[in-house]
């Protein structure tokens, strides 16, 4: 047995560090087999499904709650205490969901609450030249009466072209609001629904943002097995 065989044998008798790798690769997932991990559109379909109160998740306005949440954190515009509280305290189960509505991603609609939240969804894809100036200006004009809010999604938060209007969110906020909502309803919402949620956290961890663990796991292996 040469060298390169004596050391893929070390390598494959370190169970501990297989089953890990397994762990993170080994799983059925919808989303791999309908092909949809990197495709954007899908994703703002999936976001949409989540944001509408009215869904069969059962979730009703949970994941709103917890978006609005870390949308609040991360404003870059000083708000007032009361307004911040007031925000936190409504109840979003009246949101109409639009998609591609005048080509915004995503819109969620309160009637109610008299405000709107205006997603862009950007993964792959980059900010055309004042594509965010026309959305502002269409929502203006539609929605002159409404609180309105400008919410940049990319994978790792980057920057838009108006960073004083749009807010920098990413696919990590997405993942923390769906791994809170998973701790706090597993015992009530259907176990289905959780089983989907997790398969979609999964696949954002995996292909859409960095994972941590998975990198530390990858070094540690190259470390030991080089």
């Known amino acids: ?35 949809t991990i990197n495709t954007e559109i899908r994703h703002s379909n999936m976001l949409a499904w989540l944001f ?28 007032d205490d009361s307004f911040v509280l007031e925000m936190l305290l409504k109840d979003f189960d009246d949101v109409i969901v639009r998609r591609e509505w ?5 819109l969620l609609i309160s009637e109610v609450n008299k405000v709107i ?9 980059k900010e055309s030249k004042g594509q965010l100036n026309r959305y ?5 004009s539609e929605f002159f009466d409404y609180e309105k809010n400008y919410i940049f999604l990319t994978p790792e938060a980057e920057d838009s072209s108006d960073i004083d209007t749009w807010i920098s969110m990413s ?3 997405i993942i923390t609001c769906l791994e809170n909502i998973v701790s706090m309803k597993k015992e009530i919402i259907n176990p289905k ?10 696949i954002l961890r995996r292909y859409i943002v960095k994972d941590e663990n998975l990198e530390k796991l990858c070094t540690e292996i190259y470390f030991k097995h080089k």
Do not use: C, R, T
Request: zero cysteines.
């Open 1 to 35: 047995m040469d060298n390169d065989e004596k050391l893929l044998v070390e390598f494959l008798k370190d169970v501990d560090i297989l089953n890990e790798i397994e762990a993170n690769v080994d799983n059925f997932n919808v989303f791999e087999i309908l092909g």
């Open 52 to 79: 509408n109160p009215n869904e069969v998740h059962g979730l009703n306005d949970l994941f709103i709650k917890k978006f609005i949440e870390i949308f609040l954190n991360k404003s870059v515009v000083e708000m």
């Open 102 to 106: 005048n080509h915004i991603d995503i």
């Open 117 to 125: 939240f205006a997603i862009e969804n950007k993964i792959w894809s």
């Open 136 to 140: 502002q200006h269409v929502l203006e």
């Open 171 to 173: 696919y990590i906020d």
């Open 193 to 202: 629904v959780i089983s989907f949620i997790n398969q979609y956290i999964d």
